[in-house]
């Protein structure tokens, strides 16, 4: 006699990068067990991975994990885990005076993404020259990351995976259809003020965070702070 199946229930979130709504389901033992294992690695890209290898199981596949921004994925773990393991979960928050950690309650449902206009990713370089961004995938920066290079060249090599395309005057030139050589010379023939209009874009990229207030256990100064990316939470 086949043992029973048990139903699982089913929700909708919105990706925040494409607003595309999704329908996902909570995730089960044989996946928690894959977010444990990572977890217990302490290894980002192990962690990452799993959480990839889990938005697709439980969205049936119809999140393009590879192509997901890095607060797309922080964003879709928070409702996953509010649906599977309770809406709230305790983090240690440190005090902004003594640096005393505190354990705080944290309402998953309250995370959020502020995503900016779509004018903030055009950006002008000169009068008849700019460029529009885009948010780097999570497989670019990963990719980006495990480079064997310096840290100023990750930095150069994640600018030019964000760039979408470059306009002169009326003449567009998609970067996909530029090689990296290109894209990298390109950045290269910047002044100072047009490359940090470029780089404060990528310094300034959404992520899934909600502020949380609360009194210092050991000190008692009251804190209001953002909690923000995937190490705070994926505890």
């Not at 925040?16 to 999704?22: A, E, F, W």
């Not at 962690?47 to 199981?57: E, H, P, T, Y």
């Not at 705080?104 to 502020?114: A, E, F, H, Q, W």
Request: hydrophobic share 35%.
């Amino acid at each position: 006699m086949a043992l029973p199946k048990l139903d699982t229930p089913r929700y909708e979130l919105t990706v925040p990068s494409t607003n595309k709504k999704v329908v996902y389901r909570p995730y089960l033992v044989k996946e928690e067990k894959i977010l444990m294992m990572a977890m217990e690695s302490n290894d980002q890209n192990q962690m990452v991975r799993a959480l990839k290898d889990v938005i697709a199981s439980c969205t049936d596949n119809m999140v393009d994990v590879n192509d997901l921004a890095m607060f797309d994925l922080e964003y879709i773990f928070m409702q996953l885990r509010s649906k599977s393991s309770g809406e709230t979960t305790d983090i240690g928050v440190k005090c902004t005076s003594c640096e005393t950690k505190n354990d705080i309650n944290i309402d998953l449902s309250k995370v959020k993404v502020n995503m900016p206009k779509d004018a903030e990713k055009k950006i002008k370089l000169t009068d008849n020259v700019g460029v529009v961004m885009k948010y780097p995938s999570i497989n670019d920066i990963l990719k980006i990351q495990n480079d064997d290079d310096t840290e100023v060249n990750k930095i150069f090599d994640i600018i030019a995976s964000a760039i979408d395309y470059i306009y002169s005057g009326e003449e567009i030139f998609d970067a996909k259809d530029q090689s990296s050589t290109e894209l990298k010379d390109f950045i290269d023939s910047l002044n100072t003020e047009q490359f940090n209009k470029i780089r404060a874009f990528i310094e300034n990229m959404p992520s899934a965070g909600t502020t949380v207030e609360f009194d210092c256990k050991s000190c008692g100064t009251h804190n209001s702070i953002e909690v923000k990316g995937l190490a705070n939470f994926f505890s």
